[in-house]
């Protein structure tokens, strides 16, 4: 029996996985993963993900650049959360250009972006790729 036999995959074959940043505790993305991107991921020690929108296996960074260096891999109590410990590349995590993928807070009954841009995804991913 291999350690993937221990994770609970869901129907399709995908477990929830959380990146979150090893030093600071905060979480910059959320996605899924199927066998073949968890077994990469403890291959390679970078994150590799399965894109639900384009149904492919996804390497992130392979086109933004802002790869994230995977230092550990953990599951929960019932098995069928994973939560990535990471280092990110160019401090974006984000397709939208931020640090993040949670940038906005709810604040008075409204959601108030909090973290800014750092970088024009269009210098990321050009016009034609739009976040």
């Given at each position: 029996?291999?350690?993937?036999?221990?994770?609970?995959?869901?129907?399709?074959?995908?477990?929830?996985?959380?990146?979150?940043?090893?030093?600071?505790?905060?979480?910059?993305m959320f996605?899924?993963?199927?066998?073949?991107?968890?077994?990469?991921?403890?291959?390679?020690?970078?994150?590799?993900?399965?894109?639900?929108?384009?149904?492919?296996?996804?390497?992130?960074g392979?086109?933004?650049?802002?790869?994230?260096?995977?230092?550990?891999?953990?599951?929960?109590?019932?098995?069928?959360?994973?939560?990535?410990?990471?280092?990110?590349?160019?401090?974006?995590?984000?397709?939208?250009?931020?640090?993040?993928?949670?940038?906005?807070?709810?604040?008075?009954?409204?959601?108030?972006?909090?973290?800014?841009?750092?970088?024009?995804?269009?210098?990321?991913?050009?016009?034609?790729?739009?976040?």
């Amino acid at each position: 029996m291999s350690w993937l036999d221990e994770i609970k995959w869901d129907e399709k074959g995908l477990v929830p996985v959380i990146a979150q940043d090893k030093d600071s505790g905060r979480v910059l993305m959320f996605a899924y993963a199927n066998r073949e991107a968890v077994a990469l991921t403890a291959e390679k020690n970078t994150a590799h993900y399965w894109t639900r929108s384009r149904q492919k296996l996804w390497h992130k960074g392979e086109e933004s650049g802002h790869f994230q260096n995977v230092s550990a891999i953990q599951f929960d109590c019932d098995g069928d959360v994973l939560i990535y410990q990471i280092e990110q590349v160019g401090g974006i995590a984000c397709h939208t250009g931020r640090s993040s993928c949670f940038f906005r807070t709810l604040l008075n009954d409204e959601w108030v972006i909090t973290d800014q841009v750092i970088k024009d995804p269009s210098t990321i991913y050009g016009s034609t790729n739009k976040p």
